[in-house]
């Protein structure tokens, strides 16, 4: 059973950076897609970022040229590297692992991490 860890969420002011890691642990994050997702209060689950198996990335629009995922597969670990951050980036952050099969997808998730941009 695949297990995510998000660490590196807090409190930064606008414009200020933050790198979030999620840890790997139970198998091998080369084997998955690889994404994170926020939740704002109010709000649904969004897509922020994801990595393919093969090494291709995608960025939602509202984060593209600030924000950037990465893996280390050495370390099973997976990153987001968060500049110019906006109060409308505050939210809890989720890192996501899928592997597809014929069946369809299997999603795991992590706990969340918090992430306020606030003056």
């Known amino acids: 059973q695949v297990q995510l860890v998000e660490s590196g969420g807090g409190l930064v002011q606008p414009g200020g950076s933050l790198r979030l890691s999620c840890a790997v642990s139970?198998?091998?994050?080369?084997?998955?897609?690889m994404g994170w997702y926020r939740q704002a209060p109010g709000n649904q689950r969004e897509l922020v970022a994801r990595i393919h198996t093969g090494g291709y990335r995608n960025h939602a629009d509202s984060v593209k040229g600030r924000f950037t995922i990465s893996r280390d597969n050495a370390k099973n670990t997976v990153y987001l590297e968060m500049n110019s951050l906006k109060p409308e980036d505050t939210a809890v952050y989720y890192c996501n692992a899928r592997k597809s099969t014929t069946w369809g997808d299997n999603d795991y998730w992590g706990q969340g991490t918090q992430v306020t941009v606030s003056s």
């Open positions: 139970g198998g091998m994050s080369s084997d998955y897609t």
